[in-house]
């Protein structure tokens, strides 16, 4: 994670937390842009306000949030308890195709998007020929969190099909 998603995630936490803000907060989103109003969004979404739904899809789709990995988790997992019926094309799609993958090299985690590394700072990662890529761990942490929001939204309509809600296995 970057030092800018540690705090959007931090911001994202302690906004969700906050007893008695929700007038506040739906106040002031309508002045924000950009990441911060992202974030009000995805923390009054988690507070369980249904009405940003779309907002939350938009967030997940935006080409400048793909590598706030944790943010667009948020914003996912905000479906897991906000999500309808409707969201399941969204929340499916994401399941197969978001390109996000983390990779544990038994040190750093790194992000990469189709096969290129991002949010690499100052790390960097073996090369291509190091032998703890064959027993690197590797997980879809959006794709992931997208499978736990169908579960969800399917339990909480009734779907006698739905397995139960259990963390998605490692890659």
Do not use: C
Not at 25 to 36: N, P
Not at 90 to 116: R, T, W, Y
């Amino acid at each position: 994670a970057t030092l800018a998603g540690m705090m959007y995630h931090y911001l994202i936490d302690a906004l969700t937390r906050i007893e008695g803000a929700d007038q506040s907060l739906r106040s002031i989103s309508a002045g924000l842009s950009g990441k911060t109003r992202s974030m009000v969004i995805i923390a009054r979404a988690l507070r369980g306000d249904s009405s940003l739904n779309e907002d939350l899809q938009d967030i997940v789709r935006d080409p400048d949030m793909i590598g706030m990995v944790s943010v667009r988790s948020h914003a996912v997992r905000a479906l897991e308890y906000t999500g309808t019926q409707d969201d399941l094309p969204f929340l499916q799609a994401l399941s197969k195709e978001d390109p996000v993958e983390l990779i544990d090299l038994g040190g750093p985690i790194f992000a990469m998007v189709e096969g290129k590394y991002i949010n690499t700072r100052s790390q960097v990662p073996p090369p291509e020929s190091d032998p703890s890529r064959g027993t690197a761990r590797r997980w879809f942490p959006i794709r992931d969190a997208a499978v736990k929001a169908i579960q969800a939204i399917k339990k909480r309509a009734g779907d006698s099909a739905v397995e139960s809600v259990e963390d998605p296995p490692l890659r």
